[in-house]
């Protein structure tokens, strides 16, 4: 093989191999692209998270509720049921009394609401006919009873045992008094209740003018909750 020959055939051999590790080195190259955007592709991260529930969230109530014992059941009869109730207790009355005559009877206060309160009261009379000898005395705690009767002219109440005495004697008008002394609110608890022995009577040294004349106890409770200015 001559020279020419030779070198021809080893240009054609160097193009080729040259080629050859071109292809190499690009496939390499892509391979190395492609493998690099899997690795990125495949990646994963840990994540994690949490909800914050709380529980029932409800309004509270308050309902100030009043009782009087009724005389001839003995059984509590619940009234002023609801928000800004009334009641007209009838079973509490002194008709045709006499001066000296009197009458007790429990009122019944309780909250019924799941809202603790705080109430303060005041004591009138309808009308001024009777005043000043129509008196009242209230007692905490206190328990009523009553004894004489309507025929006999001599029916008398009276109020035993309690804690404390709001009122002693005193005269009804149409005037507001307070309830408590000093107007002090008195607490109760959600569920909770107390009974006050209220006395009513007309004073024995009453003038004859007064006969036939009439009227009516109210006793005006304000509640409100526990804090509330």
Request: net charge neutral.
């Given at each position: ?87 007209n ?15 007790a ?32 005395t ?43 002394p000093?107007n ?24 004859n ?21």
């Amino acid at each position: 093989m001559s020279e020419t020959t030779a070198t021809t055939v080893r240009e054609v051999l160097r193009r080729a191999w040259h080629r050859i590790a071109s292809v190499q080195v690009r496939l390499l190259l892509s391979l190395g692209l492609v493998l690099g955007f899997a690795a990125v592709g495949t990646s994963a991260y840990w994540a994690d998270n949490a909800t914050f529930t709380t529980g029932k969230i409800e309004a509270g109530s308050l309902d100030l509720q009043l009782g009087g014992r009724n005389p001839a059941t003995g059984v509590v009869e619940w009234s002023a049921v609801g928000l800004n109730q009334n009641w007209n207790y009838s079973v509490l009355q002194l008709d045709n009394v006499s001066p000296g005559e009197s009458v007790a009877m429990e009122l019944h206060i309780r909250n019924v609401g799941s809202t603790p309160l705080t109430f303060t009261g005041a004591g009138t009379s309808t009308t001024d006919d009777l005043n000043p000898y129509l008196t009242a005395t209230t007692r905490l705690g206190g328990v009523a009873s009553n004894t004489g009767t309507r025929d006999a002219v001599n029916r008398t109440g009276t109020c035993s045992a309690g804690t404390a005495t709001w009122w002693t004697d005193h005269p009804l008008s149409t005037t507001p008094r307070v309830v408590t002394p000093g107007n002090a609110p008195i607490t109760l608890a959600a569920n909770a209740q107390i009974q006050v022995c209220m006395l009513a009577g007309l004073l024995s040294t009453t003038p004859n003018t007064f006969q036939g004349k009439s009227t009516s106890i109210q006793v005006t409770l304000n509640g409100k909750q526990v804090g509330a200015p």
